[in-house]
């Protein structure tokens, strides 16, 4: 049965793999072209900037298309785009932009205002089909848009019915009239992704799109027509990975040019040759958040979270200084506001005496002061038969019914905490949280660990007491602080927060164009999240980024422009060029020899092996 | 034969039934989980009005009664249709088809390689059975075979990618090499397949070589060995010709086994090596809820191991002459 022949056939079988290798290898390094090679975790869902929802997917949109204002520039500030230049009118109702003349789409066809008023009419005709991530963040930069105009084939005129305080720094992108218009706009805020063969992305931006290849790789082919400038070299490619450590081996290679770090490989790259590593701040929280549905029908939360004192004796017993220690190792800021410090003149900050430090007596002492007393001496407080809520110092919560009974079953406060899978840094804060929420007599139940669409649909349905999340804000801070209206409970709001008083401030502050006094209203929504602790806010947690010096030159400092950064917009791509002598990534001489050496083994193998057998045999 | 003819023809009748019942619980599992199944189909952050329920319950044919659903369901498994994958925003089909060729030769290489070198070095270590080549073989087979799959391919990740630099870790091309012809091209891809693919041969050998040893043993003290040796047989010929045919039978059911993770992918190799495959793919669909590509998935995955199993007791017969199907 297994005769000689097939062990020939086995052993020749063996022989494919270095010879073809061999043969083919010469071929392989033959043609050098400059490219630009980042690696990224997680594959874009879409390139389409209708409904693309992964911050991987904006990495590669930003560099295939324009915005018009772009809101991202290399400081977080609004830059000129499409858009080279703009004017507000006196009352704030009407924008008046310019558009550049030299820009033209991937295909050849100019870009002209008429491009942009397509891309907003198209936006603001079909907003709510498919109101969930992205879709609903770039309406709120065009909720109040009544009509746009083209005067001329440059300039764009956009009509508010009223102001709208976001305009400023909006984040949408211009898409092709000619190419749009015959796309149902229904299919385009679902289906289509722009990776059909048939429906590449078409943008102004400068890189064109290459190619494809689903969980392997994107590449993009420089726009030498690019109106602001042609990127100083030929292609840029990303290269998609399913392990960290992978990517962080090729990129230690030299394979890689660029990757994003976490938080436990960031000291491991720290201070190799040729590498240099950044940790910058960005417009990321991390949070505690809290149950605050006051639909106790529906909410399955515990009834004690929705007493402030509650929340604020939580927020008095986490230790934010050790948590940004010990799980960010260093690599974050101690949180306080909802907004981050890169939100700039928007971010508030609580002063020394306003800040809710951490004082276990005192979140005892207010536990006790509430009520919330140990009856049973089991080490775990007792809520009393009812909660009066009382007003808090900004005398804001306005409960429909200001007793709750609290059902038997939830006397103790007990509760569950729920932290998603995917984030170590906040499942290593969890057993520090659960031992200093024992000293103030609280017991943490259930601690579920689970994956980031368990954890939205807990969110949606009110059925976690606490948990550890976080947030990426957009740079306006429109969005952030919309997401503790009432309107947006049941769609973006997690913790359930409603507070008439917020809500009108926040409707204040949409429209409000001039920006010291929209700014103040800013400060004070923080100042009073801050003390009504829907959120307590942990940390702001740093981008850790590393990048090699050997093949490309011209990095921006990150740390100094986090708007430059290579993970989301173009500004850090245009400054890059490549060193006078560019390295191949493979080693040529290395791989002759092992390949030589397999190839000789194998063939003295199989002929010891044959010729050994034969005399026997016959 | 004919006897033979008839018993194959009752096996692949059973191998059709067994797949039909599959259809029919992938079918069913879909309906009984809780909450509208319309609502189910769409991703879980979007709030859907109830128009919009109502349109996507009219658009997969929930609105109509039981039966006819079913019925529907079948005619459009025949067709290909296997519904609409919106982690991927296709049809379910079409991804399949990007990741399941990665994994066929992925897992078809190394399992190929482990079942070859399992049956010889198996063969070799029976027959040298208590001698060093044996001890040192099993040995070895058994250290892999304790291994994690992917603390094996993380080592090689380490050794060949981060210190030697002379093999590729990750994908299964570069992406920035620019391929002349086409040879270039597959030589590599092939060169992205050897360490993932030996990883796994590695550690899949010990499955084969085991089973391949231990029954060769048991038959070297049969009494038509001993026969075979009486009658002057050289020692190769007897170990070839007469015994390994005959311990061949449990390895072919191993094989069978071992084949159906061709398709359903080997996860923790792909996502070591960012090798795209069906491991991946299953492991995608799981996380992002996405149930159309999960019940193809299953669909596909139950009716080849239904069909390896249904060749592996084809081969049987043909192996064994003594087994009746």
């Known amino acids: ?618 | 034969m004919r006897r033979m003819g008839k018993a194959i023809l009752m096996k692949t009748v059973n191998a059709i039934i067994t797949i039909f019942a599959v259809i029919t619980f992938n079918f069913f599992l879909f309906r009984v989980m809780p909450g509208d199944p319309a609502r189910v189909l769409l991703p879980k952050q979007v709030r859907a009005s109830p128009e919009l329920i109502e349109k996507l319950r009219r658009f997969y044919g929930l609105d109509k009664p039981l039966h006819v659903q079913f019925m529907n369901y079948v005619v459009q498994v025949f067709q290909g249709k296997l519904g609409y994958s919106f982690a991927y925003h296709e049809p379910v089909a079409r991804v399949i088809m990007d990741y399941i060729w990665n994994t066929i030769l992925l897992v078809g290489v190394g399992e190929g390689i482990a079942i070859i070198l399992g049956i010889i070095l198996g063969a070799v270590a029976a027959w040298r059975r208590g001698e060093p080549f044996d001890l040192t073989v099993t040995a070895l087979n058994l250290i892999f075979w304790s291994m994690p799959e992917f603390w094996l391919g993380m080592v090689f990740i380490l050794v060949f990618g981060r210190y030697l630099k002379i093999l590729p870790i990750s994908g299964i091309v570069d992406p920035w090499l620019f391929h002349e012809n086409v040879f270039s091209y597959v030589a590599d891809v092939l060169r992205h397949l050897i360490l993932p693919s030996t990883t796994l041969a590695l550690i899949m050998l010990a499955s084969y070589y085991m089973i391949m040893r231990n029954t060769l043993i048991d038959v070297t003290t049969e009494d038509y060995i001993r026969t075979a040796k009486a009658k002057g047989f050289s020692e190769k010929e007897i170990l070839w010709k007469h015994a390994v045919p005959n311990a061949l039978l449990p390895t072919v059911t191993t094989v069978a086994i071992g084949l159906a993770s061709v398709i359903s992918g080997a996860l923790t190799i792909e996502i070591v090596f960012s090798w795209p495959g069906m491991g991946w793919l299953t492991y995608q669909a799981i996380v992002r809820r996405d149930y159309p590509l999960l019940q193809a998935i299953f669909l596909i995955t139950s009716a080849l191991v239904i069909i390896a199993n249904l060749f592996a007791d084809i081969i049987y017969t043909y192996l064994d002459p003594r087994v009746k199907i």
């Open chain 1, 1 to 618: 049965m297994l005769s000689k022949r097939s062990i020939s056939v086995f052993f020749a079988f063996l022989l494919l793999f270095p010879t073809v290798y061999m043969f083919g290898f010469g071929a392989v390094a033959a043609e050098e072209q400059t490219t630009l090679v980042v690696g990224v975790m997680g594959y874009p869902d879409s390139l389409n900037p209708f409904n693309a929802i992964m911050s991987s997917s904006f990495q590669v949109i930003s560099l295939i298309y324009d915005m018009a204002i772009n809101g991202y520039g290399p400081d977080n500030n609004p830059v000129p785009d499409l858009a080279e230049s703009w004017e507000v009118s006196e009352d704030g109702k009407v924008w008046t932009l310019h558009i550049v003349k030299n820009a033209t789409w991937h295909d050849g066809v100019p870009v002209t205002a008429e491009d942009v008023k397509f891309t907003i009419d198209y936006i603001i005709d079909y907003p709510y089909f498919r109101p969930d991530y992205q879709q609903s963040m770039v309406i709120s930069y065009l909720s109040t848009v009544e009509r746009v105009e083209c005067p001329d084939n440059y300039t764009v005129k956009v009509y508010f019915s009223e102001p709208l305080a976001c305009f400023r720094q909006p984040f949408f992108f211009i898409v092709p009239k000619h190419i749009w218009e015959n796309v149902d706009p229904i299919a385009a805020q679902t289906n289509i992704t722009c990776f059909e063969e048939d429906f590449p992305p078409i943008g102004s931006g400068p890189f064109i799109f290459e190619e494809a290849v689903r969980d392997q790789y994107i590449k993009l082919r420089a726009n030498k027509d690019y109106f602001m400038g042609a990127p100083k070299y030929d292609y840029l490619i990303f290269k998609y990975y399913t392990d960290e450590s992978t990517m962080i081996a090729d990129f230690l290679a030299g394979k890689l040019d660029y990757i994003d770090l976490s938080t436990e490989t960031y000291e491991q790259i720290k201070g190799q040759p040729n590498i240099v590593t950044y940790a910058y701040p960005s417009l990321s929280i991390m949070e505690l958040g809290f149950n605050c549905w006051e639909d106790l029908t529906e909410s399955k939360g515990h009834p004690a979270l929705l007493d402030t004192r509650v929340r604020r004796a939580i927020a008095h017993a986490i230790n934010k200084t050790e948590l940004v220690e010990v799980a960010l190792k260093g690599l974050g800021e101690v949180g306080q506001s909802i907004l981050t410090p890169q939100h700039k003149i928007y971010y508030w900050e609580p002063s020394e005496d306003e800040v809710i430090e951490f004082n276990l007596s005192k979140a005892n002492q207010i536990l006790d002061e509430a009520g919330y007393l140990d009856v049973d001496n089991d080490g775990i407080r007792e809520t009393p038969p009812y909660i009066l809520v009382d007003l808090n110092d900004n005398g804001v919560i306005d409960l429909p019914d200001e007793n709750i009974t609290i059902p038997e079953d939830k006397r103790e406060l007990k509760f569950s905490i729920w932290v998603d899978e995917s984030d170590a840094e906040e499942i290593a804060m969890l057993p520090l949280i659960e031992e200093w929420l024992n000293e103030i007599g609280i017991k943490l139940k259930e601690k579920n660990i689970v994956d980031s669409d368990t954890m939205i649909d807990v969110n949606l349905s009110g059925e976690m007491d606490l948990y550890l999340w976080g947030w990426g804000w957009d740079i306006d801070p429109d969005f952030a602080l919309s997401v503790f209206t009432t309107d947006q409970i049941g769609w973006w709001s997690d913790c359930f927060y409603s507070n008439p008083n917020y809500d009108e401030l926040y409707e204040k502050q949409h429209v409000e164009v001039n920006i010291t006094k929209r700014v103040e209203i800013v400060k004070e929504m923080q100042k009073i999240l801050y003390y009504d602790c829907p959120y307590v806010v942990i940390a702001y947690p740093y981008s850790l980024t590393a990048h090699r010096t050997d093949r490309f030159k011209g990095w921006i400092d990150e740390t100094e422009h986090p708007g430059a950064s290579l993970d989301f917009e173009k500004w850090g791509y245009l400054a890059l060029e490549p060193v006078e002598k560019p390295e191949g990534p493979a080693k040529m001489p290395l791989t002759w020899i092992l390949g030589g050496i397999i190839v000789i083994v194998v063939i003295i193998a199989a002929v010891l092996f044959l010729k050994k057998r034969t005399p026997k045999t016959s």
